[in-house]
């Protein structure tokens, strides 16, 4: 089992920045990728950005350009560092954790998932 722990959420007026950090711990062998997603109210699970252990990133159209993942594989710990936020970034944001479907893509199977951050956009 991995056990996931985000921090960093809030609420930030547009237009302002945001880092979540998510802290991976236990089996922690058994994934190469971990990554977030979001979830807005009425809306599906939407995949945010992934990063996998060689570096590899996956991100939304959405937040390109917007939102840059990072991770610290000596501390187990990803990033997402969300800049110019809008309204519509507002979701529960929640980290998650697996292998990749193909190595040379970031693209993964999440097999674990965290507790979720509230991220709300507001002025």
């Known amino acids: 089992q991995v056990q996931l722990v985000e921090s960093g959420g809030g609420l930030v007026q547009p237009g302002g920045s945001l880092r979540l950090s998510c802290v991976a711990s236990?089996?922690?062998?058994?994934?190469?990728?971990m990554g977030w997603y979001r979830q807005a109210p009425g809306k599906q699970r939407e995949l945010v950005a992934t990063?996998?252990?060689?570096?590899?990133?996956k991100i939304a159209d959405s937040v390109r350009g917007r939102f840059t993942i990072s991770r610290d594989n000596a501390k187990n710990t990803v990033y997402l560092q969300m800049n110019s936020l809008k309204f519509e970034d507002t979701a529960v944001y929640y980290c998650?954790?697996?292998?990749?479907?193909?190595?040379?893509?970031?693209?993964?199977?999440?097999?674990?998932w965290g507790q979720g951050t509230q991220v709300t956009v507001s002025s």
């Open positions: 236990g089996s922690i062998f058994t994934i190469n990728a």
């Open positions: 998650a954790a697996g292998r990749t479907i193909l190595p040379t893509s970031a693209l993964m199977t999440a097999n674990y």
């Open positions: 990063i996998t252990t060689d570096g590899l990133t």
